[in-house]
C-alpha cells in the first residue's frame, strides 16, 4: 500500500474553545477522524491519533515492539510509577515474568472468598447510610484498603492506608495538565508538579519500610511483597525495583478500580431501567447479604453492565506510544520518534463498530451480542503484550464491592447537571458527586 500523509486537526484550537471542559475537544477530535489516522496540530506538538480497530491492533500486538511506553504521559508519570511493569524494554519484561504468575485465573479466584469478607468488614465501616457522601472518597476507601490488604500483607497500618489513598490520587492527577502540555520541559514548573513530588515523598515514606520490614522478617507469606522480596532477591538496587513494582501494581489495581466504580452511581441514576435489572437480579441472587464467592457466576447481568460502563468510561481513556523505527499505520507513513496516541475512550465509541455507541446498553456484551466483534473495538485494560494484569481482579472486586452495597441499599444521587469526565491521566468523574445511600426496605 502506497504511503500518504495524515489529514492534521486542529486540537490545539479545540482545546482553547473547550477550556473548561477539555476532553469534549478529545471527543471532538475523534469524532472528526472517524476511525482515519489523523495528526493532532498542539502547536509544537503534533501526536498522531490511531483509533481504528486494524490501527491499534497494528500499535499494540503486530508490531508493538516498535511502540514503546515513552514521551507523552509516561514521562511526567515516571517518578511515581518507576521502571518496572508499567515501564517498557528489559524492565517491564523483568516484572512482567515475576508479576504474571500473581495474576492467573487461578490464582486471583483463590482470593475471592478473602476479598469478600475484606469488602464486607469495609462497607460495614465506611458506608454511612442516609446522609450524603462524598462518592469518589467511599469509592476509594473502599478500593485502597480492599487492595491494601489484599497484596501488601496485614501488617501495614491503617494510618498508612490513610496516607496512602489521597497521595496516590494526587499522584494521578497532579500533572493532568503536562497531558496536553507534553512539550513543555520538566524543568519549567506547572501547576501540580509540587503536589506530584510531595505525593511521592508519602508514598515512598510508607512502600520502603514495607519493604525492609518483608526482607527482615525473613519468612515467606503469600503477600505482593513477600513475593516480590523473593524474586528480587541478590539483584542490584533491589529495593528500588521492588518499590516500583509495589507502587505500579497498588496504583493500577486501586486507580482503576476507584475511576470506574465511582461512574456506577451516576449511570444507575440515569438510566432507571437498566437499574432496576440490575436491583432485581441482586435481590434475586444475593439477597439480603452479604456477598460470597457463591454469588458471582449468578450476577451475569451486573457483569454486563460493569463491561458496557468500562466501554463508555474507560479509566485508562488514553495510551500514548513512542515510535522507535519509522513505520507505516493503514498507508500513513510514520517517521521515527513520533508519538501516536490511542484512546479507547474514542475507539469505543465508534459507529462503525458500536451500533448507538453513546448510548449506554449492557445488552450489547451478552454472549450472543458480541460474537464477530473485532478484537480492538474493545480495549479498555489496553491489549497485547502490555495488556493489564488485573482485569479479572477488577470484575471480582467490582461485583462484589457494588453487589456489596446494592444487596442493602438504594443510592440517590444529589446532583445539578450531567455528571462528565474530566480530564486526568485517567478519565474521572464530575469532582465533588455526592449521593445518598438508603437501606432496602424487605418486608
Same mark, same amino acid.
Given at each position: 500500500?502506497?504511503? %500518504?500523509? !495524515?489529514?492534521?486537526?486542529?486540537?490545539?484550537?479545540?482545546?482553547?474553545?473547550?477550556?473548561?471542559?477539555?476532553?469534549?475537544?478529545?471527543?471532538?477530535?475523534?469524532?472528526?477522524?472517524?476511525?482515519?489516522?489523523?495528526?493532532?496540530?498542539?502547536?509544537?506538538?503534533?501526536?498522531?491519533?490511531?483509533?481504528?480497530?486494524?490501527?491499534?491492533?497494528?500499535?499494540?500486538?503486530?508490531?508493538?515492539?516498535?511502540?514503546?511506553?515513552?514521551?507523552?504521559?509516561?514521562?511526567?508519570?515516571?517518578?511515581?510509577?518507576?521502571?518496572?511493569?508499567?515501564? =517498557?524494554?528489559?524492565?517491564?519484561?523483568?516484572?512482567?515474568?515475576?508479576?504474571?504468575?500473581?495474576?492467573? !485465573?487461578?490464582?486471583?479466584?483463590?482470593?475471592?472468598?478473602?476479598?469478600?469478607?475484606?469488602?464486607? =468488614?469495609? @462497607?460495614?465501616?465506611?458506608? !454511612?447510610? *442516609? %446522609?450524603?457522601?462524598? #462518592?469518589?472518597?467511599?469509592?476509594?476507601?473502599?478500593?485502597?484498603?480492599?487492595?491494601?490488604?489484599?497484596?501488601?500483607?496485614?501488617?501495614?497500618?491503617?494510618?498508612?492506608?490513610?496516607?496512602?489513598?489521597?497521595?496516590?490520587?494526587?499522584?494521578?492527577?497532579?500533572?493532568?495538565? +503536562?497531558?496536553?502540555?507534553?512539550?513543555?520541559?520538566?524543568?519549567?514548573?506547572?501547576?501540580?508538579?509540587?503536589? &506530584?513530588?510531595?505525593? #511521592?515523598?508519602?508514598?515512598?515514606?510508607?512502600?520502603?519500610?514495607? #519493604? +525492609?520490614?518483608?526482607?527482615?522478617?525473613? $519468612?515467606? $507469606?503469600?503477600?505482593?511483597?513477600?513475593?516480590? /522480596?523473593?524474586?528480587?532477591?541478590?539483584?542490584?538496587?533491589?529495593?528500588?525495583? @521492588? %518499590?516500583?513494582?509495589?507502587?505500579?501494581?497498588?496504583?493500577?489495581?486501586?486507580?482503576?478500580?476507584?475511576?470506574?466504580?465511582?461512574?456506577?452511581?451516576?449511570?444507575?441514576?440515569?438510566?432507571?431501567?437498566?437499574?432496576?435489572?440490575?436491583? $432485581?437480579?441482586?435481590?434475586?441472587?444475593?439477597?439480603? *447479604?452479604?456477598?460470597?464467592?457463591?454469588?458471582?457466576?449468578?450476577?451475569?447481568?451486573?457483569?454486563?453492565?460493569?463491561?458496557?460502563?468500562?466501554?463508555?468510561?474507560?479509566?485508562?481513556?488514553?495510551?500514548?506510544?513512542?515510535? #522507535?523505527? !519509522?513505520?507505516?499505520?493503514?498507508?500513513?507513513?510514520?517517521?521515527?520518534?513520533?508519538?501516536?496516541?490511542?484512546?479507547?475512550?474514542?475507539?469505543? %465509541?465508534?459507529?462503525?463498530?458500536?451500533?448507538?455507541?453513546?448510548?449506554?446498553?449492557?445488552?450489547?456484551?451478552?454472549?450472543?451480542?458480541?460474537?464477530?466483534?473485532?478484537?480492538?473495538?474493545?480495549?479498555? &485494560?489496553?491489549? *497485547?503484550?502490555?495488556? /493489564?494484569?488485573?482485569?479479572?481482579?477488577?470484575?471480582?472486586?467490582?461485583?462484589?464491592?457494588?453487589?456489596?452495597?446494592? /444487596?442493602?441499599?438504594?443510592?440517590?444521587?444529589?446532583?445539578?447537571?450531567?455528571?462528565?469526565?474530566?480530564?486526568?491521566?485517567?478519565?474521572?468523574?464530575?469532582?465533588?458527586?455526592?449521593?445518598?445511600?438508603?437501606?432496602?426496605?424487605?418486608?
Amino acid at each position: 500500500m502506497p504511503t %500518504r500523509h !495524515a489529514q492534521t486537526l486542529p486540537l490545539l484550537r479545540l482545546l482553547t474553545r473547550n477550556a473548561r471542559d477539555p476532553l469534549r475537544a478529545v471527543e471532538e477530535a475523534g469524532r472528526r477522524a472517524n476511525g482515519e489516522l489523523v495528526r493532532l496540530n498542539m502547536g509544537p506538538f503534533r501526536p498522531y491519533l490511531v483509533t481504528h480497530p486494524d490501527h491499534v491492533q497494528h500499535v499494540l500486538k503486530t508490531n508493538q515492539s516498535n511502540y514503546l511506553r515513552t514521551g507523552m504521559f509516561w514521562d511526567p508519570l515516571a517518578p511515581l510509577i518507576g521502571q518496572g511493569i508499567l515501564s =517498557d524494554g528489559p524492565g517491564w519484561k523483568a516484572s512482567r515474568s515475576i508479576l504474571q504468575p500473581m495474576f492467573t !485465573a487461578r490464582y486471583v479466584d483463590s482470593l475471592a472468598q478473602r476479598m469478600a469478607a475484606i469488602v464486607t =468488614d469495609l @462497607i460495614d465501616s465506611v458506608v !454511612a447510610p *442516609g %446522609r450524603p457522601i462524598d #462518592i469518589a472518597d467511599t469509592v476509594s476507601a473502599l478500593i485502597h484498603p480492599a487492595i491494601v490488604r489484599l497484596f501488601l500483607g496485614s501488617t501495614i497500618s491503617d494510618a498508612d492506608i490513610e496516607r496512602l489513598a489521597p497521595a496516590y490520587d494526587t499522584g494521578v492527577t497532579a500533572r493532568a495538565i +503536562r497531558l496536553l502540555l507534553p512539550f513543555v520541559p520538566e524543568r519549567f514548573p506547572l501547576p501540580g508538579d509540587r503536589a &506530584f513530588r510531595e505525593a #511521592i515523598r508519602t508514598i515512598d515514606d510508607v512502600v520502603y519500610p514495607r #519493604i +525492609r520490614y518483608a526482607k527482615a522478617r525473613g $519468612e515467606h $507469606e503469600n503477600d505482593l511483597v513477600s513475593l516480590l /522480596c523473593e524474586a528480587r532477591k541478590g539483584e542490584p538496587d533491589m529495593d528500588r525495583l @521492588i %518499590r516500583d513494582d509495589m507502587v505500579a501494581v497498588h496504583g493500577a489495581a486501586t486507580e482503576t478500580s476507584v475511576t470506574a466504580l465511582t461512574w456506577v452511581w451516576p449511570v444507575l441514576d440515569a438510566h432507571p431501567e437498566i437499574a432496576a435489572n440490575v436491583y $432485581e437480579e441482586i435481590d434475586r441472587v444475593v439477597g439480603p *447479604g452479604p456477598v460470597t464467592l457463591a454469588h458471582l457466576p449468578g450476577l451475569t447481568y451486573l457483569r454486563m453492565f460493569l463491561d458496557e460502563l468500562v466501554r463508555l468510561y474507560p479509566p485508562g481513556w488514553i495510551l500514548p506510544r513512542t515510535a #522507535i523505527h !519509522a513505520d507505516s499505520i493503514g498507508g500513513v507513513e510514520i517517521s521515527a520518534g513520533s508519538t501516536v496516541v490511542l484512546s479507547p475512550f474514542l475507539t469505543q %465509541r465508534l459507529p462503525e463498530f458500536w451500533e448507538r455507541p453513546l448510548e449506554f446498553d449492557p445488552g450489547r456484551f451478552a454472549p450472543e451480542n458480541a460474537r464477530g466483534r473485532h478484537r480492538y473495538a474493545y480495549f479498555p &485494560f489496553s491489549a *497485547g503484550p502490555h495488556s /493489564c494484569l488485573g482485569p479479572r481482579l477488577f470484575t471480582m472486586e467490582a461485583l462484589l464491592l457494588v453487589a456489596g452495597i446494592l /444487596c442493602r441499599y438504594r443510592p440517590v444521587l444529589h446532583t445539578d447537571g450531567p455528571v462528565v469526565p474530566r480530564l486526568a491521566s485517567t478519565l474521572r468523574a464530575t469532582a465533588g458527586l455526592s449521593m445518598t445511600l438508603v437501606p432496602v426496605g424487605r418486608g
